[in-house]
């Protein structure tokens, strides 16, 4: 099972929204996608329970949401594996153990950050605590509304992070928690699989220390 986690330690840049939409976007591929929901707020959950499961069960999409609130995210990976092609972790906007648990458990780390520079500043403990890791990181901007993004370019580029996709305001996305449909057709996700990867899946990789 690969596991992909959508992850910063700032609210509001899109990893719930966009954690579903890829999960869609993968079970509409007939792959089998477990979304966890390590978030307290529990919204992905919220949004399984109150239209999210009817939503899949009508477009016959493997997809299955299940909240995992403790830092054992290890665990919860393991009791649902054999069931799932992929796990999408939905991470909760901190920095705690259970985002160590979830740096130690992802192939690929998905960072979407608003098109502003608060967002960008916000990455530094995260690029600390990747240092030196053989950890892939895909950061997409997400609620894009033509800003211009040379700045956040140049800032980004002195983390050492580049860019691998601008996804647009779209209103797909709100729609999407009031029950309707996103559809399958977001570019981004591919984008964000199909760059080449040449780092370590996490089975492989060195213990991640904190200190
Ligand atoms: N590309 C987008 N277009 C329109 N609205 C978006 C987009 N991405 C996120 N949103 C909205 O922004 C809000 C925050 O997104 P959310 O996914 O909950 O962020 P996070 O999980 O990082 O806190 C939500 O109301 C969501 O509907
Ligand atoms: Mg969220």
Request: glycine share 8%; charged share 20%.
């Amino acid at each position: 099972m690969q596991t992909l986690a959508f992850i910063h330690q700032k609210g509001g840049t899109g990893k719930t929204s966009l954690a579903i939409v890829a999960a869609i976007t993968f079970a509409a591929q007939r792959k089998r996608v477990l979304v966890l929901d390590s978030d307290y707020q529990g919204t992905a959950t919220r949004w399984f329970e109150t239209v999210g499961e009817a939503m899949a069960a009508r477009e016959g999409w493997p997809l299955v949401v299940r909240s995992e609130v403790q830092s054992d995210i290890a665990g919860a990976l393991s009791r649902y594996g054999d069931r799932f092609d992929l796990a999408v972790i939905d991470a909760a906007p901190s920095l705690t153990e259970t985002t160590v648990a979830i740096l130690r458990a992802a192939d690929l780390l998905v960072i979407p950050i608003r098109p502003a520079l608060p967002d960008v500043w916000a990455l530094e403990p995260m690029t600390t605590l990747l240092a030196g890791r053989d950890i892939p990181v895909r950061i997409v901007i997400n609620h894009y509304r033509g800003e211009d993004l040379v700045v956040i370019d140049g800032e980004l580029d002195a983390l050492g992070m580049e860019r691998v996709a601008v996804i647009e305001a779209d209103t797909r996305i709100p729609a999407l928690f009031a029950g309707r449909s996103p559809g399958t057709d977001w570019p981004w996700v591919g984008a964000v699989m199909d760059r080449a990867v040449g780092s370590t899946p996490a089975s492989q990789r060195a213990p991640l220390t904190t200190t």
